[in-house]
Structure formats: structure tokens, C-alpha cells
């Protein structure tokens, strides 16, 4: 009986060890090459002297990577068309602008852009080929002309490694 009982804790010492190899390989594992974060645009709408900022963290700054703006809208949004600026600051300094637009909907206005339900989003390619060193934030506003764009839901940002 005794024999019966040390046997089953050297199993259960054999898969505890397994285990813990397991999780320590994944620690020696590469870090993700890419940074995405969304937020959220209160229910008051997306004012246009108010960006959005993220602050990407990159595991390999040297490496060259693409950055794309992606926006989630719903349905009642009223425009045809968006328009981002995009903002490149290193410490306080304004080191690159891009401005993206993009047609939304056609003349009827039926939605051009993928969509779920009530809910559209639509990615954009803002730059290629930029090193994460470069910049230390990146600061998405509204470029339309109007002071307050209702119906966009979220506005994200995603920095992954330029493919070679």
C-alpha cells in the first residue's frame, strides 16, 4: 500500500515538473512584435480638439514597423466619408503628421467597409516602414469639419513589425 502511494506522488511530481519546464520555456519565448490597444469614445462623440493617445510598447524598437488607425462605428454615424490625423511625438516634439481618409459609405449610403450587426469598422494603413524608437506616442484626432463626430464607438491603433 505504502509502495501504491509514493508511486502516485512521483507521478504527480513528474507532471508538477513538466509543468513548471513548460512554463519556463514560455518565458524564454520571443516577446509579441506587435501593440494594439482600442479606446473607447464617450456617448457625448468624438471632439475634435481631443486626440486620442496611445503609447505603444514594442519589444524590438530597431526593427522597422507599419502603423494602421482602425475605427469602429455604428450605424447612425452621419458622414460619408472619415478623416484621422495622425500625430508621431517624440518627447514633446511633433516629429511626423499623416492624414488618412477614407470613403465609408457610397452615394445610398450602403456601407463600403466590413460590418457586424449595427456595428462598422474599418482599418487604415497610416505609415510603413517607421522605427518604434522614433516616436514615443501617437495621437489620433478627428479631421472632419465639425466640432463633434457622434456614432464613432472606438478608435484604435496598431504598430506590427513591417513584413519583409
Same mark, same amino acid.
Do not use: I
Given at each position: 500500500m505504502r509502495e501504491k502511494l509514493h508511486s502516485g506522488m512521483r507521478k504527480d511530481y513528474g507532471i508538477l515538473f513538466v509543468l513548471l519546464m513548460i512554463l519556463c520555456l514560455g518565458g524564454c519565448a520571443p516577446k509579441h512584435s506587435s501593440y494594439s490597444e482600442f479606446k473607447e469614445i464617450g456617448e457625448n462623440g468624438w471632439v475634435k480638439s481631443e486626440a486620442c493617445e496611445f503609447v505603444p510598447q514594442c519589444a524590438d524598437s530597431l526593427s522597422k514597423c507599419d502603423v494602421d488607425v482602425a475605427l469602429c +462605428? $455604428?450605424?447612425?454615424?452621419?458622414?460619408?466619408? !472619415? $478623416?484621422?490625423?495622425? @500625430? +508621431?511625438?517624440?518627447?514633446d516634439s511633433l516629429v511626423n503628421r499623416? #492624414? #488618412? @481618409?477614407? #470613403? %465609408?459609405? @457610397?452615394a445610398n449610403g450602403n456601407w463600403l467597409v466590413s460590418? +457586424?450587426? #449595427? !456595428?462598422?469598422?474599418?482599418? %487604415?494603413? *497610416? %505609415?510603413?516602414? *517607421?522605427?518604434?524608437m522614433d516616436f514615443d506616442k501617437l495621437q489620433v484626432w478627428q479631421g472632419l469639419d465639425c466640432d463633434t463626430l457622434k456614432n464613432v464607438e472606438r478608435v484604435g491603433v496598431f504598430v506590427e513589425k513591417t513584413q519583409q
Open positions: +462605428f $455604428s450605424q447612425g454615424y452621419e458622414h460619408r466619408n !472619415m $478623416s484621422v490625423v495622425v @500625430d +508621431f511625438v517624440k518627447g499623416k #492624414v #488618412v @481618409d477614407c #470613403v %465609408l459609405t @457610397d460590418g +457586424f450587426g #449595427v !456595428m462598422y469598422q474599418v482599418r %487604415l494603413g *497610416v %505609415l510603413t516602414g *517607421v522605427k518604434p
